[in-house]
């Protein structure tokens, strides 16, 4: 078997892990093994031809661009996402707090505090840190 597909049939094996690898790198701060990680799994992604893998890369370069601080970036990949998650206007919010968009942070923290849907397991992840979150910024002075 040749080198390339020795290479493709690990990946296959190993996506999940390898997905964790780049979030645990990504949580450590440990940004250039995690972009190496990603641009690993980013190779692999067009064989696979599977939108949640494709969805849960993405999510993971938006959260690398917001751990690095380049908001501006983070921003406009958020727009990209799914627009019906509140797991993703959390993030989408902490991008334009960072920027220094209160306002429109502010916008998405209440959209993801008053969400009433039982079925949204990002939901369930961060309405207490969206309700911290609005409670700090609504202390900022105008």
Known sequence: M????QKVELLKSNFGKMQN?????????????????????RQY?????NPNQERGYNAMVRLLELKQKN?????????????????????QALAYEG???????????RKVSDWNQLDATGHSIVSQRTLTRRSELAKLPK
Do not use: C
């Open 71 to 91: 908001y501006t970036k983070a921003i406009e990949s958020f727009t990209k996402a799914d627009p019906n998650d509140p797991y993703v206007w959390y993030y």
């Open 2 to 5: 040749n080198r390339r597909i």
């Open 21 to 41: 690898h780049a979030r645990l790198l990504i949580a450590r701060e440990e940004f250039s093994p995690a972009k190496t990680q990603l641009e690993e799994i």
């Open 99 to 109: 920027a220094g968009d209160t306002k429109s942070a502010m916008a998405l923290y």
């Open 45 to 49: 992604l067009p064989s696979r031809k």
